[in-house]
């Protein structure tokens, strides 16, 4: 237990908007796809794991909100011990800024505890309807990376329950190798019971923000040598259009601002997407037409101007169930890092290629990794580019994923296991060589679907 045992219910406590596996079988990730029959156990207490999964054959695998897009959240057959029950607040230090809490609370309503007591996170993804236990298992980056690295960074310590019943304190100077091996362990080394954060100061929820047009991968980099200083960086990419408009796309930078404002916590997304899409409306030309509004939305080249930190940091988390755009079949996305040896001459190959399959993306985004080391032994992030895409899934879609992996790896680069589902076992070992040192840590009772497919269960 963390150095102070009392355990407080959360303040601010609400309902993430956002509930996972909900329903009956099968169950489904963000992307939708794969989907797979699975058996699902409420975590409440510490102390019921590991007693819940005892009789369990199939294998385990501790789930939060559902918000990876693949099968690294995903058991076929096995057991899900749903951890958002495991929500409460144990700990705050406004001194220091650590707050300490159990693993299945949400970075929502961690924001909602900590941003009216003048705190933030320190790193952040693109939702914040995810778990402590996700963010540091899947490492997750932010628009900060060059800045501040990734989200273990930021985790001084935790307890991780094995399925033995042992209870381990993890650190940098506490079982290390274990620590390592958890931070981006995609939940495979046991169940982070609770963590400890430390938050960043700030006085207001706005950022000082500047969006610029830019035409190009040279134009990109141009305007990132341009502000080497600014903390938040992202680019929108429009991977649809050719010619002169090719790899256009709009550079937003973002501080938080230091003139004092209002802190309260946020509400509740109002809008939920109403219908699942038909298939026949995601194609190139609809998406092309989007792309094209959405780059011409901003009416000059270079904005400037103060925006609320949810739709700089969150802008999908706006539209409850938004991944209902895509249809009943889903979506894939493909997230690459590439390092800076390859990174210009691999994003350009990579897009003509896109450009060459006649598939479209609406979500584009391309950022740089800096060098600040992640902690994790399989952590994502290497100093470089960084390139996502959601793809609608189509007769199309596998091939062309196929050749953007193989081609990945030909740059030298890897792809994302949180945001994945078409890695294949070859590509796997080439990204992540370190796999079997990692293997060694994992837990004996727990796997999951991504494990299974590219390392075939390896223990």
């Excluded at 995810?130 to 990376?145: F, R, S, Y």
Aim: glycine share 10%.
């Amino acid at each position: 237990m963390p150095d102070t045992p009392t355990q407080e219910p959360l303040l601010h406590t609400r309902t993430a908007p956002d509930e996972p596996f909900t329903g009956t079988p099968p169950f489904e990730s963000w992307g939708r796809y794969p989907r797979f029959n699975a058996t699902v156990k409420e975590l409440h207490w510490q102390s019921d794991f590991p007693r819940i999964i005892d009789g369990v054959h199939e294998g385990a695998l501790a789930v939060g909100m559902g918000r990876s897009y693949g099968d690294v959240g995903l058991l076929k057959d096995g057991t899900l011990v749903h951890t958002t029950s495991m929500n409460r607040l144990l700990h705050w230090d406004p001194e220091t800024g650590v707050l300490t809490a159990e693993a299945g609370i949400t970075l929502a309503q961690i924001l909602d505890f900590a941003v009216p007591r003048g705190f933030f996170l320190p790193v952040t993804p693109g939702t914040k309807f995810v778990t402590l236990g996700g963010a540091i298992a899947n490492d997750v980056h932010g628009k900060n990376h060059e800045a501040a690295g990734s989200f273990g960074n930021h985790v001084p310590r935790f307890e991780l329950v094995r399925s033995d019943g042992t209870r381990l304190l993890c650190s940098a100077t506490e079982n290390p190798d274990l620590f390592a091996a958890t931070i981006g362990g995609m939940g495979l080394t046991g169940v982070i019971v609770w963590a400890q954060l430390r938050l960043k100061p700030i006085v207001s929820r706005m950022i000082d923000y500047e969006g610029i047009q830019f035409h190009g991968i040279d134009e990109f980099l141009d305007i990132k040598k341009a502000y080497p200083n600014v903390e938040y960086t992202v680019s929108w990419l429009d991977c649809v259009s050719q010619g002169k408009n090719f790899a256009r796309g709009i550079y937003m930078l973002g501080d938080h601002s230091k003139d004092p404002g209002e802190l309260k916590p946020s509400g509740k997304p109002k809008l939920t997407f109403p219908i699942e899409a038909p298939g026949f409306m995601l194609n190139k030309l609809s998406i092309s037409a989007f792309n094209t509004v959405f780059f011409h939305k901003q009416m000059k080249k270079h904005v400037i101007t103060k925006q609320d930190y949810e739709p700089f940091f969150y802008p999908l988390d706006a539209v409850h169930k938004w991944n209902r755009m895509y249809g009943k079949r889903g979506l894939v996305q493909f997230q690459f890092a590439l390092p800076w040896e390859t990174s210009k001459e691999g994003t350009i190959a990579m897009l003509q290629e896109i450009t060459k399959s006649g598939l479209a993306s609406f979500l584009a985004v391309l950022k740089t990794f800096g060098d600040v080391p992640s902690l994790g032994m399989m952590s994502f992030p290497m100093p470089g580019f960084m390139f996502a895409l959601d793809f609608p899934i189509k007769d199309i879609t596998f091939p062309l994923m196929q050749r953007l992996g193989d081609m990945t790896k030909d740059y030298g680069g890897r792809l994302y296991p949180a945001k994945d589902a078409c890695m294949t076992p070859e590509q796997f070992r080439a990204y992540y060589p370190q796999f079997e040192r990692f293997a060694r840590y994992k837990d004996p009772a727990i796997t999951s679907s991504f494990w299974e497919r590219v390392a075939g269960g390896s223990r």
